[in-house]
């Protein structure tokens, strides 16, 4: 009997756990729209990588830089910097902006 018991106790937190996931992915579809990875560039890296970031100076253009590498590998340019780029942004805005970069080809 107290088996039985535990058995009803666990499948009800399972049931309800499924429940709670269906909210995270409300919130998680809310997120997404928050950040603008684009706006964030356009305030954030131009001034290296140039306007329309197309490159200028020392720095390469990265209006294209989602067809050389993956939307990790961009992240972690933006939170760790790479050669003579420091890094430049943490969190949520610089996931927004690799997102972003990663669809530029
Ligand atoms: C202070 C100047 C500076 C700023 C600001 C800057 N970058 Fe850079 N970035 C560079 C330089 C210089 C390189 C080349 C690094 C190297 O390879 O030695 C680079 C390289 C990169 C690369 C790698 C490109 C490739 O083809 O390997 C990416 C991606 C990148 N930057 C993204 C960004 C993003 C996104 C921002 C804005 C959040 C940004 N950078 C802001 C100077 C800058």
Known sequence: MKKAMLTLVFGSAI?????GGGDDKEKAD???KAPDGEAIAMKSCIMCHGGELQ???NAPA?????SRLSEEEILDVIENGKGKMPPSLKGEDAKAV???LATQK
């Open 15 to 19: 049931f309800l756990a499924a429940c």
């Open 30 to 32: 809310q997120g997404a």
């Open 55 to 57: 490159g200028q100076a």
């Open 62 to 66: 990265i209006n294209d830089v989602g």
């Open 98 to 100: 690799a997102a972003w």
